[in-house]
């Protein structure tokens, strides 16, 4: 009976992790892949890469952000069980006219992207600062663990300045 018991309650506990991980905050962003890099050969599974994503801050019209990371493959990377490395960067540009909420965050920082580097607790998050000093939004990058995080991280920012025209656009 106690063998029973103990799977249902290992099965509750796994969905229970399985679900937290897939929560996000709603005005957390969605990302854009815009390409990437292959930079180790597999010969199973797709190659070791180096990943460029684009989003807009869902609380900031007008700021748009690119974070490159790298991502696992092989047979783990391709199975979503591989945990992937803390390296990333950001690059964060004004594209349109901004305009700043009342109740910005400033000490704490706001997530404003999430992103699961394991299959259990690490993720890479995009947080973001107001420094109403110099009139700048800050944006960090960094890679979080429930045990231990990595001191490896990115900065940018934007400076929040008078928007003239249209936004150039590809033709």
Not at 4 to 32: E, K, N
Not at 61 to 73: K, Q
Not at 156 to 165: A, K, L, Q, T
């Amino acid at each position: 009976m106690s063998g029973l018991f103990a799977g249902r309650r290992w099965r509750t506990l796994m969905v229970g992790a399985l679900l937290a991980v897939g929560m996000a905050p709603a005005s957390v962003a969605l990302a854009d892949e815009i390409g990437s890099v292959d930079t180790v050969f597999k010969l199973l599974g797709p190659n070791h890469k180096i990943v460029i994503d684009g989003f807009d801050d869902p609380l900031i019209p007008g700021v748009a952000c690119h974070v490159a990371s790298s991502r696992t493959g092989g047979i783990s990377g391709a199975l979503g069980l591989a945990e992937d490395t803390s390296d990333a960067s950001i690059a964060c540009r004004q594209v349109g006219p901004i305009s700043l909420p009342k109740g910005l965050k400033k000490r704490d920082g706001e997530t404003v992207f999430s992103e699961r580097r394991s299959i259990l607790f690490k993720k890479m998050q995009v947080v973001r600062f107001y420094d109403d000093k110099r009139n700048v939004l800050v944006y960090l990058v960094y890679s979080d663990k429930l045990v231990d995080g990595s001191p490896k991280n990115s900065i940018s920012s934007v400076p929040v300045m008078p928007w003239v025209g249209e936004a150039p656009r590809a033709q």
